[in-house]
């Protein structure tokens, strides 16, 4: 019943920009912790970006000032803006939502982002 659903996910040059967005359903959104990890090939899946349900956000370091994590409370959405892309940020993107009272955790399909000239 749950599901969160990505996406914009694509191709993009270094220095572009993409917006990605994951669409949840099957739980009360507010009151999760939104979240983007990604996942480069051979390396383990790291947390990019949280979103609490009152705004509060955290980045990691390899993003802040790059990226963006925004949430609609009315729409279900959580989106995930990102400038000035990198090689590095060449991973598959990840959206998850952790219940913020009980120890529940969901995630996306994941969708590509790969950043190449």
């Known amino acids: 019943q749950v599901q969160l659903v990505e996406s914009g996910g694509g191709l993009v040059q270094p220095g572009g920009s993409l917006r990605l967005s994951c669409s949840a359903s099957?739980?009360?959104?507010?009151?999760?912790?939104m979240g983007w990890y990604r996942q480069a090939p051979g390396k383990e899946r790291e947390l990019v970006a949280t979103i609490g349900g009152a705004g509060n956000t955290y980045y990691t370091d390899s993003v802040k000032g790059r990226f963006t994590i925004s949430r609609d409370n009315a729409k279900n959405t959580v989106y995930l803006q990102m400038n000035s892309l990198k090689t590095e940020d060449t991973a598959v993107y990840y959206c998850n939502a952790v219940h913020q009272s009980i120890g529940l955790k969901y995630w996306g399909q994941g969708t590509q982002v790969t950043v190449s000239s």
């Open positions: 099957g739980i009360t959104f507010s009151i999760y912790i």
